[in-house]
Nanobody, 124 residues
């Protein structure tokens, strides 16, 4: 019964920043690995970033390394993705996901709960 709701997407110009949020409810998500995935038209959903339950471990796909930062505030049951220096190729629907198994994962099948997605569009 875990529910994840993303917010913070929008239309921005290349080089701009956005911070996505994912509000979680309905489960003990504080102990879950959390991740961000994205899906552009005509492409498969791809891994973007993940964070361990404590926030001590973070993982990023190479294309966003040093530009994006994943974080979580367990007291607020909220996951974040700070996106800086956005590029047109970052345009996609961004999904928040939660994984019950306490091991970091980059695969969509490794996550048990998903949000509805939030659109991020970066113009050239």
């Amino acid at each position: 019964q875990v529910q994840l709701v993303e917010s913070g997407g929008g239309l921005v110009q290349a080089g701009a920043s956005l911070r996505l949020s994912c509000a979680a409810s309905g489960g003990i998500v504080n102990k879950y690995v959390m991740g961000w995935f994205r899906q552009a038209p005509g492409k498969e959903r791809e891994f973007v970033a993940a964070i361990s339950w404590s926030g001590s471990s973070r993982d990023y796909v190479d294309s966003v390394k040093d530009r994006f930062a994943i974080s979580r505030d367990n007291a607020k049951n909220t996951l974040y993705l700070q996106m800086n220096s956005l590029k047109p190729e970052d345009t996609a629907v961004y999904y928040c996901a939660a994984r019950r198994i306490p091991i970091m994962s980059r695969t969509t099948s490794g996550y048990d709960y998903w949000g509805q997605g939030t659109q991020v569009t970066v113009s050239a």
